[in-house]
């Protein structure tokens, strides 16, 4: 089993830019895929990014294209959304999460683990 715990959530103004962090524990790092998913009030849980095992292969929601960046480090065990030029629709908690596929993948129901999420608040 592997555990997933998010930080660098925060509360951030249009145009500004956050990292958010995830470390995992458990079995080997690098023998997963990683994912970063997010949830608005009210709204259905989307893809935002993907990284492969390798982080050879990345994907990203056109929403956030040209926007957010996903790196992974398997030395420490982390992965990281870098964020810029937020806007109030980027408001949402964002989840991390790691599929046994070791590829970088889009839909959540392929994801085997996820962290507790953290908040992203982008004021106007």
């Known amino acids: 089993q592997v555990q997933l715990v998010e930080s660098g959530g925060g509360l951030v103004q249009a145009g500004g830019s956050l990292i958010l962090s995830c470390a995992a524990s458990?079995?080997?790092?690098?023998?997963?895929?990683m994912g970063w998913f997010r949830q608005a009030p009210g709204k259905e849980r989307e893809f935002v990014a993907t990284?492969?095992?390798?982080?050879?292969?990345?994907y990203y929601a056109e929403s956030v294209k040209g926007r957010f960046t996903i790196s992974r480090d398997n030395t420490k065990n982390t992965v990281a959304l870098q964020m810029n030029s937020l806007k109030p629709e980027d408001t949402a908690v964002y989840y991390c999460?790691?599929?046994?596929?070791?590829?970088?993948?889009?839909?959540?129901?392929?994801?085997?683990?996820w962290g507790q999420g953290t908040q992203v608040t982008v004021s106007s």
């Open positions: 999460a790691a599929t046994r596929t070791k590829m970088a993948l889009t839909t959540r129901r392929n994801y085997d683990y």
């Open positions: 458990g079995r080997t790092f690098s023998s997963y895929g």
């Open positions: 990284i492969s095992w390798s982080g050879s292969t990345t």
